[in-house]
Structure formats: structure tokens, C-alpha cells
């Protein structure tokens, strides 16, 4: 396997892992303090198929983090975190406001928690990026 394929690899895997761990751990906590009415690890279903929405959002975790992941492979360490980070808060916050809420019929809520949570799930996809992309030697 070539060092960018893992590289992007890595990037699916951690991103989907993140959703779980970083975005959804957060989401938890807010929940928990009663800042967001929605409950985070739902298995309600989502339209059109069905598929319940944590694994939904994992799969989608994945596949940002593959773009993520090609769109930093030159970055190492605290740059690599902060740039992670801030593609996270970002550009999937700006695709769920402005592409998503309108196709799925949603008004347009922009809310600083979208961001916050977004942004956690970058930075554990750079995480995962910084100790498992690059082959140790």
C-alpha cells in the first residue's frame, strides 16, 4: 500500500472512530448539561433508508475524514491537530447548514454547537491521523 493510500485509509477510519468517540462524546456532555435538546448514538432511522442516524453520521464521518486526511498529508504534529480542527468547525458545518438542512426541508439554524462539535471531530480525526497515518520505521 502506498504511503498517501493509507494515509487517506487511516483518514476513513479515524473520521468514522471520531464521530463516535469525539462528536458524539461531546454531544453527550452538552445533552447532559442540557445544552442541545438532541440525544446523541441515536438509532432513529433516517429517510430514505432507513439506516439509523449514528451509523449514518459515521459513515459521512468517514468520508470527510478522507478528505481531510488529502487535503493535510503534508502536515505533521500541532499543525496538522489545528488544521484538522478548523477543517472540521468548517467546512462539514457550512455543508450541513447550506447544502443539507435545505434538502432535507430544515430551516437554517446556525448555532455555535454545530461547530464546536464538528471542530472536536476534526481534531480526533487528526489525532488518529498524527499516531496511525504514517508507517513507523
Same mark, same amino acid.
Not at 445544552?35 to 432507513?50: D, K
Not at 459521512?60 to 488544521?83: K, T
Given at each position: 500500500?502506498?504511503?498517501?493510500a493509507r494515509w487517506v485509509l487511516v483518514g476513513v477510519v479515524c473520521g468514522a472512530l471520531s464521530v463516535l468517540l469525539f462528536h458524539q462524546g461531546a454531544a453527550a456532555l452538552l445533552h447532559a448539561l442540557g ?32 478528505? +481531510? ?50 471542530? +472536536? ?17
Amino acid at each position: 500500500m502506498t504511503p498517501l493510500a493509507r494515509w487517506v485509509l487511516v483518514g476513513v477510519v479515524c473520521g468514522a472512530l471520531s464521530v463516535l468517540l469525539f462528536h458524539q462524546g461531546a454531544a453527550a456532555l452538552l445533552h447532559a448539561l442540557g445544552y442541545t435538546p438532541r440525544a446523541p448514538y441515536s438509532w432513529q432511522p433516517t429517510a430514505p433508508w432507513g439506516v439509523p442516524q449514528v451509523l449514518s453520521i459515521s459513515f459521512w464521518g468517514g468520508l470527510w475524514g478522507a478528505v +481531510l486526511a488529502a487535503s493535510f498529508g503534508r502536515l505533521r504534529g500541532a499543525r496538522l491537530l489545528l488544521a484538522a480542527a478548523l477543517f472540521g468547525a468548517v467546512l462539514p458545518t457550512l455543508v450541513a447548514w447550506f447544502l443539507v438542512a435545505p434538502l432535507k426541508g430544515l430551516p437554517l439554524r446556525l448555532s455555535p454547537i454545530g461547530p464546536l462539535l464538528n471542530g +472536536l471531530w476534526g481534531l480526533g480525526t487528526g489525532i488518529g491521523l498524527a499516531l496511525f497515518g504514517r508507517a513507523r520505521r
